[in-house]
């Protein structure tokens, strides 16, 4: 490589499901951090690393920032949002096309009095025929804070992407790749496994879904080119534990099913899931489960 390199950790901030995962998903071109219409699907630090001819960028993707003040595990979560915005080269705040919201103020106002060069993405703009609209809207956020750039991007259409990639590159410092240019995350696939089995419970669930529901791999191992895994879902109460179960079990038998397609396609072989529910009250407030399930390693 040449002195022409250029390589650093971008973070992208915002309040909870305005996009920042499914864009680290589409700009790494592979599933690695799980997304949801769900707010407050991510729940840990996760880098996703797209190399190309000349630079390399380190996406660290952050739980949408809580803007209630909660349980253990809510500010265990916020901490890991925030401390992911230290030591980076360039921070991305995400915001939706509709328009500035309460909640995207905090994570901004969280930001005001950093040196690090913010760039402003707003998402969603496949939903906005006439892209004229948001003028109005780019406007206002460039009244709000001194963003370096405000660029509408789509993160499911992929819209504006090469603007937006190339706008982010002008921020790296001229550095050599810091991982090989065939990684794409830092995540093991077992936590990736984990996952994608607590994303199929947050598509399923919708609105009922309790807050308090973690996945713990206790199984994982390949049996004769066959990847079998057990994990045990955790819940907060009996009642949420008939939640997830469903009638006649049919509720879990669907999660599991979706879950096992979806690792099969990660895992590129055949998968056997067994998931259990399991009651373990006030788990989401005791830092000991939290330490059990990985939820302190995004701090360390
Ligand atoms: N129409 C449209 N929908 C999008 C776009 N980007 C994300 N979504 C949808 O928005 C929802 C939330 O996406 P996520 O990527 O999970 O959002 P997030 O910001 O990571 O959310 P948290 O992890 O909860 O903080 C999902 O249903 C996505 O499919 C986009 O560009 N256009
Ligand atoms: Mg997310």
Known sequence: MNGTFQFGFVTLVGRPNVGKSTLINRLVGEKISITSHRPQTTRHRII????????QFVF??????HTERGKAINRT?????????KDVDVLILLIESVGWRDADTVVLNNLRGTSIPVILAINKVDRVRNKQNLL??????SRLFDFKEIIPISAKTGYNLDRFLGAVKSYLPS????????????????????ELVREQIFRQLGQELPYATAVELTGYDDRDGIL???????????????IVIGKQGQRLKHIGSEARKQLERFA??????????????????????????????DLR
């Open 60 to 65: 660290v993707d952050t739980p949408g920032f």
């Open 136 to 141: 109005p809207l780019i406007e206002e956020s």
């Open 175 to 194: 550095a050599a790749a810091g991982f090989p240019a065939d990684q794409l995350t830092d995540r093991s696939e077992r936590f990736i496994c984990t």
């Open 268 to 297: 590129g072989k055949k998968v056997h899931l067994e998931l259990w529910v399991k009651v373990r009250s006030g788990w989401a407030d005791s830092q000991a489960a939290l330490n059990a399930l990985g939820y302190n390693e």
């Open 48 to 55: 996703g690393i797209k190399t190309t001819e000349d630079a």
């Open 77 to 85: 979560i916020n901490r890991t949002a925030v401390a992911s915005t």
């Open 228 to 242: 079998v895994l057990q994990a045990q879902i955790w819940v907060d109460k009996p009642g949420h534990k008939a």
